[in-house]
């Protein structure tokens, strides 16, 4: 009888992004509301993405691409 294979956790699928380098690519939170009391230069640099390397990386890569 085959193993099953391991869930994907769906949530976390959505949220990350695999580069074509092998890095994780996240997209920063804050930005959707309650912007008028941040400073622009605040608000472009929420637009950029992120990437996740190391040890945080690697757990999430079982999770995601499971």
């Known amino acids: 009888m085959a193993t099953q294979k391991m869930k994907s956790n769906r949530s976390a ?7 074509p380098n092998g890095k994780l690519k996240r997209i920063k939170g804050s930005k959707h509301h ?9 608000i472009r640099r929420l637009k950029e993405s992120d990437t996740i390397d190391g040890k945080k990386a690697s757990n999430l890569r079982k999770v995601v691409f499971a």
């Open 34 to 42: 309650g912007n008028v009391h941040k400073a622009q230069s605040r």
């Open 13 to 19: 699928a959505k949220r990350f992004k695999l580069k």
